[in-house]
């Protein structure tokens, strides 16, 4: 198996992760944990086990002309995203947040195009906008809107700020990945996430009544420090060693798919020919906006 396979793999592992959160996680917040304490666990949680498994990997210093590129790719990627996502999240609804992360591919062809200098070739672009058809089909026409949600606006808005952090952070981290390892970088950048989410979550932590969460609450925190912030930061960093920025932002795509079977899967949805159709769509945008043509193999 060849490491782009591995790659693509990767990042349906990711967003097949992020697309079952958008309900795992509203279903913690704000009952059991409220969002910027919960942005603490994640944090902490995957610093921890960045650390942990550090030493299997080499032994690197971090070069000083990086350190400002770092704090900034730790403040777009593990700070400022998480905090306005779980807070919008908790306002809003999963359905809301699903389609409006599918803005992040956006964000990201622009700031490739201008930042990195990547050609965007006219099949990624056409791939992107039947993707964005797929997922705007599949949650103006396929789902019915959730009412626990006090504000939606205002969480709307907090979900669009997230696209366009965690689209600047796919960009930014790029530059730093043929440098070093992905264990040397993660423990790093996380260990940087903690200490600026810290002033904003510490009260919200130190609320959690951990002696009267039930198991679900217990499950749905792991599998958000273990599933969503380990295991899918450690996939997009190795699938961004093969793919370019812009490729990997069209998987988002996928979220709103993934979302809906987990939805008709717990009883909480059911299967309609408009969701297939739009489903189709979704899987089409990201085949265009991943295969590569046969005279630009040698690209990343």
């Not at 279903?27 to 059991?32: E, K, L, T």
């Not at 992040?104 to 056409?126: N, Y």
Request: hydrophobic share 50%.
């Amino acid at each position: 198996m060849n490491k782009r396979l591995l790659a693509i793999l990767a990042a349906i592992g990711a967003t097949t992760i992020y697309g079952v959160n958008h309900t795992i996680a509203k279903g913690i917040m704000p009952h059991y944990v409220q969002p910027f304490g919960f942005i603490i666990l994640r944090v902490l949680g995957a610093a921890i086990l960045f650390w942990l498994i550090s030493p299997f990997g080499p032994k690197e210093r971090i070069d000083p002309k990086d350190y400002l590129r770092m704090l900034i790719c730790a403040l777009l990627g593990m700070a400022l995203n998480m905090l306005v996502f779980f807070k919008g999240l908790s306002l809003s609804t999963p359905i809301n947040s699903a389609v409006l992360i599918t803005t992040t591919p956006i964000v990201v062809l622009i700031l490739s195009a201008v930042i990195l200098k990547e050609k965007i070739s006219g099949r990624k672009i056409i791939g992107i906008i039947i993707g964005l058809l797929g997922a705007l089909g599949l949650i103006l026409f396929g789902t019915e809107v959730r009412q626990d949600a006090p504000n939606i606006p205002l969480g709307n808005f907090l979900i669009f700020l997230n696209s366009m952090f965690y689209g600047s952070y796919l960009v930014l981290v790029k530059i730093l990945i043929s440098k070093y390892h992905p264990f040397t970088f993660m423990k790093w950048l996380f260990s940087l996430g903690v200490l600026i989410c810290l002033p904003f979550g510490y009260q919200e932590f130190m609320e959690i009544s951990w002696n009267t969460l039930p198991f679900e609450a217990y499950f749905g925190i792991g599998f958000v420090i273990l599933g969503t912030t380990f295991c899918t930061y450690l996939f997009n960093i190795f699938a961004l060693t093969q793919l370019k920025a812009s490729t990997l932002s069209a998987f988002v795509y996928v979220q709103p798919l993934v979302g809906i079977t987990y939805a008709v899967f717990t009883g909480q949805d059911t299967m309609t020919t408009i969701k297939i159709i739009a489903g189709c769509f979704v899987l089409l945008g990201v085949y265009l906006s991943s295969k590569r043509p046969k005279r630009q193999l040698q690209e990343g």
